[in-house]
């Protein structure tokens, strides 16, 4: 079924695998899965210098190689989607064999475990499917550049389910491929997530750490992962680092047990929550995995006192992110924690008004940093796991 | 029996009357928004040269215009995305893809082979005037080319340079900008036919694509030769990036052709979509009820569908004019701290001065170290913010001030500004307008600056500026156009309230783009509103396009209780009226005041920050009144100024200001000698302060090094996470 559903209709590749050549898309919650897909490739023989991911969203890859390729959708970052396909399908100097291009329905979160579902926004989940029908719709452009194309569904979120996933799409278009080595490959993708995961985290600590000792605040960003994407998120966040912030971002928060304790410990043994990963006080329906972290970290961020100042990044009428808006303002400000919301990105960068909203949060930072911190502190317990 | 198909736009009239396939006549002619007498006039003469009759023989209207004349004249309605595609699939069967652009309109029609004819796809959109004919009219009325001249410019061949193709408004502000720095008018133009055909294929194609062969239809595609030659490039270019096959021997002429009937295929396809239907459609029922429309009809419904009057009954007036008459009155007791002194100044005491240094317009407010406001000024701006500056210091100066104590800058010349006149600090826009407002209210939560260019809508939490809303893709609800439609009006921009609330009712104008704004004012005008009327009805729609249109917000209430209006237009009092109508409406018990100082809050907000420098005891950096009054500048706008860093290609101004000991740039493409310093401005980012290669070297160092020192987590997954790490290999 997966073949009739996803194949485009070729004969196996006969290449070797460690020629085969995939393309993915660097969109979307590859952002967040990056190291998986990147392992588990390399763990099926393909040569890393072969796994070839399109550039960051910018509006020339739009221009060159999406246009007139464009689905109707009103999310932004999954409209973007058709310039990253485009550019595997035409832009590669050595042609890719297989655009594989995953639908992710369910995350690897941080939060599994302690909240009710982790999945991803539909819209996200479903954009390789209608990306694809901008290049299938009067030809099949992936047939005539000899590239299979290959979009399968996976629940990264239930690890079990993967291995099956994979290996029904890639079966014909890896030559040879078993389900065992699916599996062992999936085991060495998930590894590598959390290798990479852990190594943010220890970043995101290692800046805490820094802030602690000379008492400077520092920026937390609430978005979903794909606003890393210099196209998407416009890099916001790196104009106020050029202004001598360092910035953490929800998705790589420390969450070390010492840390954990020291700021949500009272709350645990209060009773208001069972653990520290524990949002269901203020959001009991967390079914969606990225809204979830948006969540929790609105939670951290509102405590840890460095972080200062919190941003929000929202693409243009975000379904998901729109419920979300109160809430995560009400918790953010809750501790004095200056909270400036960047909602409604999409392609249009409108440079003035972002360099006013930059100076107008440095001046506001600038005056208000060091008072916030000393307030924060003093709401928390001792020992501070940033000092000792 | 003899058919009619009439074509009533938004600037012209097509008709064509046809009997058994032979056309008998036909017309277009530009209605100059008499829509109504245009068609009466054409069906004189069809009836006079023709023989038109009534009561047998049968007419089609199509057209934003056939709405309120077809039941008028016994006709029926045809859609005219719907009429234009009976046409082309009559006449080309063998077309794949069709452009239509009108006077305010553009459609786009998509044919594809189906079995048993043709499948359609149409799109039209006519909400803005980006990518319509009105876009380019307008760029070349202010570039003062005629019609018949503009008919015959180019795009073949020539530069072209950026033009903001999504806003007709923006377009001509660019247009004029090019011209300024030097860019010939030809150019200018194929700029604009470039940026009509790219925003027709960014927002009209959907995914579809097009092929060949295209027919290009409508006033603006047969007229501007450089038009079609735009379409010819870039269509030719898109099917060969594409590898779309064209037919042997097709070249640009043949696969996208431009009939000579062009601007009739509405009123054909109307002919044709009418034979089959002539059955079963009304005969045509004389021209009397049409007269009788333009004579009485109309004004009758004018009366009708009038709004209510601006002003109110004679108790809102009242009400409205003690509350909101005199801001100043009403809050110098509410803040004593912030009365304008009379008097002498006392030349000894340090004062306090702070610059709003806008694009169109420069305000100065000089500040006593209690807040009392001493002095303002402003001066218009002319295009050279140093020559502004001196301005204001000279009118500060002539005031008998002479001691400064702090020098605060605003508005967008303060970074250029701030260390050729020694100011002590540069204070961004939103936080100055919000300090003004917070010094009389200090728990206000929305503030609404509509000035000149710009309207900015500035809401607050805790005290602070938390978001914003500038209005920058679209030129539409400033103050600009308000002082426009006055002036046209030969009223003094004092009078505006006045003759506004004069008016016992007013036209309800259309929410929207500035462009359309114009020819609706005119079609107004047409049905009979006089001058007060429709400046009531302008200052009516002005809130609408300020909250709604331009910064998108449509629940006032969730937004905050009070409501601050500051900035120029908001001096003028039919402007609050509308603004306090509109938000208690949304917003019941909303507190809605005029800032006393409405056009200087941002020059006071300034000023107040820097209070703090004066306090802090150290001295300012203020250069003094006669080292700015002597500075000596000029300024460069060529080729050689513009900035290549990035793709931008931003047109950068250089300012040489001489100042004692200056090093000057003798390598630059632009020399300045020793004893000048250069201030480059224009640029959208950092980097277009630098000049050369070195330069950016050091500022790329010291970003990375900031950077390196301040990490972001991103860049590592930027940098890390879509190859193999070393960690898991």
């Known amino acids: 079924m997966w073949r009739t559903w996803f194949g485009t209709g070729h004969s196996g590749s006969a290449r070797p695998r460690s020629e085969l050549r995939v393309g993915i898309p660097r969109t979307l919650n590859v952002w967040s899965t990056h190291q998986f897909w990147v392992a588990f490739f390399a763990a099926l023989g393909l040569q890393p210098s072969r796994i070839v991911f399109s550039s960051n969203t910018s509006e020339e890859q739009g221009r060159n190689f999406g246009r007139g390729r464009g689905t109707v959708d009103c999310c932004y970052p999954v409209k973007c989607m058709s310039g990253h396909y485009g550019e595997l399908v035409f832009g590669q100097k050595r042609k890719v064999d297989i655009l594989f291009s995953p639908m992710i329905r369910s995350l690897p979160s941080l939060l599994s475990g302690h909240v009710v579902d982790l999945l991803s926004c539909p819209r996200v989940m479903a954009g390789p499917e209608s990306t694809k029908a901008g290049f299938i719709r009067e030809k099949d452009a992936f047939a005539e550049q000899s590239i ?45 997530l959390e290798d990479f995961s852990n190594a943010a985290r220890a970043q995101s600590r290692d800046i805490l750490r820094q802030c602690a000792r000379k008492n400077d605040p520092c920026i937390l960003v609430l978005a979903r992962p794909y606003h890393m994407d210099p196209g998407i998120g416009h890099e916001i966040e790196v104009d106020l680092q050029a202004c001598g912030y360092p910035v953490l971002w929800t998705q790589y928060l420390p969450t070390d047990a010492d840390v954990m304790d020291w700021l949500f410990g009272e709350d645990i043994r209060s009773g208001d929550i069972s653990s520290p990963f524990d949002i269901s006080d203020v959001w009991p329906s967390s079914y969606s995995s990225n809204t979830n972290e948006i969540i929790w ?31 995560v303002q009400k918790i953010v400000e809750s501790s004095g924690t200056l909270f400036f919301s960047f909602q409604d990105l999409d392609c249009t960068k409108p440079a003035g008004a972002l360099k006013i909203r930059v100076e107008t949060i440095r001046h506001y930072v600038g005056q208000h940093g060091k008072r916030i911190i000393t307030r ?13 | 029996m003899k058919i009619a198909g009439i074509d009533v736009g938004s600037t012209t009239v097509k008709a064509v009357l046809a009997e058994n396939d032979v056309i008998l006549w036909q017309d277009y002619q530009r209605h100059h928004t008499r829509q109504a007498e245009k068609v009466l006039e054409f069906l004189n003469r069809m009836e006079a040269e023709c023989g038109l009759r009534p009561g047998r023989d049968i007419l089609f209207l199509t057209g934003s215009g056939a709405g309120f004349i077809a039941p008028l004249v ?36 998509f044919f594809t082979a189906a079995p048993g004819g043709h499948s359609k796809q149409v799109y039209m959109q006519s909400a803005c005037s980006g990518g319509t004919g009105t876009f380019i009219e307008k760029a070349a009325k202010k570039l003062q080319i005629g019609p018949d001249e503009l008919a015959a410019m180019r795009h073949t061949g020539l530069s072209l340079h950026k033009i903001s193709s999504k806003c007709g408004i923006f377009a001509e502000a ?45 006033g603006p595609n047969l007229f501007f030769a450089g038009l079609q030659e735009a379409w010819r490039h870039h269509l030719m270019k898109f099917w060969a990036e594409r590898g779309v096959p064209l037919p042997e021997g097709g070249d640009a002429g043949s696969l996208i052709q431009v009939p000579e009937q062009a601007l009739y295929y509405a009123s054909l396809g109307c002919i044709e979509v009418g034979r089959a239907e002539a059955a079963s459609s009304p005969t045509y029922a004389g021209r009397d009820r049409l007269r009788w429309w333009i004579d009485k009809g109309q004004h009758e419904e004018k009366a009708k569908q009038g709004g209510r009057a601006l002003a109110g009954d004679a108790t809102e007036m009242a009400e409205f004019r003690l509350r909101y008459g005199d801001p100043k009155r009403t809050f110098g007791l509410r803040a004593p701290s912030f009365r304008r002194r009379d008097g002498p100044p006392d030349a000894e005491q340090a004062v306090i001065i702070g610059c709003d240094l806008g694009s169109t317009t420069s305000k100065a407010v000089v500040l006593s170290q209690d807040s009392d406001i001493l002095f303002s000024c402003y001066s218009q701006s002319r295009g050279n913010p140093i020559e502004d500056a001196q301005l204001l210091m000279r009118q500060i100066r002539g005031a008998g001030f002479h001691t400064v104590g702090a020098l605060a800058l605003t508005g967008y010349g303060k970074d250029l500004l701030n260390d050729i006149l020694g100011a002590d600090m540069a204070v961004v826009e939103t936080v100055a307008h919000a300090e003004a407002a917070r010094h ?76 359309f704004l114009q020819s609706d004012i005119v079609n107004q005008q047409r049905k009979g509103w006089s001058c007060d009327e429709i400046m009531a009805s302008l200052a009516a729609v002005l809130p609408v396009n300020v909250w709604v249109y331009a910064g998108q917000l449509h629940n006032l209430r969730s937004i905050g209780g009070k ?55 150290s001295p300012s950096r203020f250069r003094g009144f006669e080292l700015i009054d002597a500075l000596d500048y000029q300024s460069t706008t060529s080729k050689d100024t513009v900035c290549h860093w990035c793709a931008c290609n931003c047109q950068r101004t250089f300012v040489d200001v001489q100042i004692p000991g200056a090093e000057g740039r003798p390598w630059s493409k632009v020399p300045a000698a020793p004893g000048w310093e250069r201030v480059i401005s224009g640029n959208s980012c950092p980097k277009g302060m630098v000049e050369d290669a070195s330069e950016l070297r050091l500022i790329k160092q010291e970003l990375e090094e900031k950077r390196r020192e301040r990490p972001n987590v991103a860049d590592m997954v930027r940098d890390r996470a879509f190859r193999q790490c070393k960690a898991t290999v």
């Open chain 1, 297 to 327: 970290g609105a939670k951290v961020g509102s405590r840890i006192p460095w972080v200062t100042c919190v941003i929000r990044l929202a693409s243009y009428e975000c379904g998901m992110d729109q419920p979300t808006f109160s809430p």
């Open chain 2, 563 to 617: 409501f601050i209006l500051q900035g120029g237009t908001h001096r003028n009092l039919a402007v609050v009226k509308a603004q306090v109508d509109f938000i208690r409406k949304k917003a019941p018990e909303a507190e809605i005041f005029v800032h006393p100082y409405a056009g200087e809050a941002g020059a006071i907000g300034a000023a107040l920050c820097a209070r703090e420098t004066l306090e802090s005891g």
């Open chain 2, 74 to 109: 016994g006709s029926k309605i045809i859609q005219e995305v719907v009429a234009v595609a009976a046409a082309v699939e009559k006449l080309h069967p063998d077309v794949r893809f069709v452009s239509e652009i009108g006077g305010e309109d553009m459609k786009t029609i």
């Open chain 1, 148 to 192: 299979r194309y290959v979009a399968p569904l996976v629940c990264l979120a239930e690890p079990v389910l993967v291995p099956r996933q994979l290996h029904e799409s890639l079966a014909d278009v890896i030559p040879g491929l078993t389900y065992r080595e699916t599996r062992a490959a999936v085991d060495a993708g998930f590894a590598a």
């Open chain 1, 376 to 388: 924060k502190l003093a709401g928390l317990g001792k020992p501070c796991p940033f000092t000792v």
């Open chain 2, 174 to 218: 660019d247009a004029n900008t090019l011209l300024k720095s030097g860019v010939p008018v030809s150019e200018i133009i194929a700029s604009l036919f470039d940026a009509v055909v790219c925003q027709n294929l960014a927002t009209m194609t959907k995914g579809n694509t097009l092929a060949p062969t295209v027919l290009l239809l409508g």
């Open chain 2, 440 to 515: 009389f209210f200090p728990d206000v939560d929305v503030i609404c600056d509509v000035g000149g260019c710009d309207v900015k809508i500035m809401l607050l939490r805790q005290g602070m500026v938390v978001d914003f809303r500038l209005n920058s893709q679209c030129s539409s609800g400033n103050g600009a156009f308000l002082q426009g439609v006055a002036e046209r009006y030969g009223v003094p921009l004092e009078d505006y309230a006045e003759r506004a609330f004069q008016a016992k009712s007013m036209p309800s104008l259309a929410m929207g783009c500035g462009v």
